[in-house]
């Protein structure tokens, strides 16, 4: 028998299937998720009955500092709350979006002191970065990067022309 930190019991949500047991937990990572109840020994348990458990939910779209007073720490801390273990944060950023190297630096440093989830953030790649190659700009930000193709506000979403890629 495995022992964890926490057991949570519930219907688990998996990538195809839902089943009725157990998530391992250590220093707050799942490590082992098990069919059937009473397989995990856990410090703390949390019994979901027969309610949904979503191990590790990915929100693919939040954005942090369209409001710049919410931030990484607030932002993160309701996700963790709704069961969100990851998200991707959007480049919109007010008052102005992350286009440029110095500002996506100084985005990362303020996600490793607050984020208490994990974070991925997205590029951006926008009317007046021809010059930079797509390439290049795609490696400093890793994945994934959005390029707007329709205007609007057009200081934060200039439109992109196509032809320019």
């Known amino acids: 028998m495995s022992t964890f930190d926490l057991v949570v019991s519930g219907r688990i949500v998996g990538e195809e299937t839902v089943i009725y047991g157990e998530i391992g937990i250590n220093k707050g990572k799942i490590i082992d998720i098990c069919e059937g109840i009473g397989n995990f020994v856990g410090r703390e348990r949390i019994d979901a009955h027969q309610s949904y458990v979503f191990p590790g939910a990915i ?47 100084k985005k990362i440093e303020k996600l490793e002191k607050e984020a208490v989830v994990d974070v991925g953030l997205w590029g951006l790649f926008q009317s007046g970065m021809e010059q930079i190659k797509l390439s290049r700009w795609h490696k400093l930000v890793q994945w994934p990067l959005k390029c707007p193709l329709l205007k609007q506000m057009n200081t934060v979403f200039p439109k992109f022309l196509t032809q320019k890629l």
């Open 59 to 105: 929100d693919v779209h939040v954005h942090c500092f369209s409001n710049p007073e919410e931030g990484f720490y607030s932002t993160s801390a309701a996700a963790a709350a709704g069961g969100v273990t990851t998200f991707l944060d959007m480049p919109y950023d007010l008052p102005n979006p992350i286009n440029h190297v110095d500002q996506l630096n």
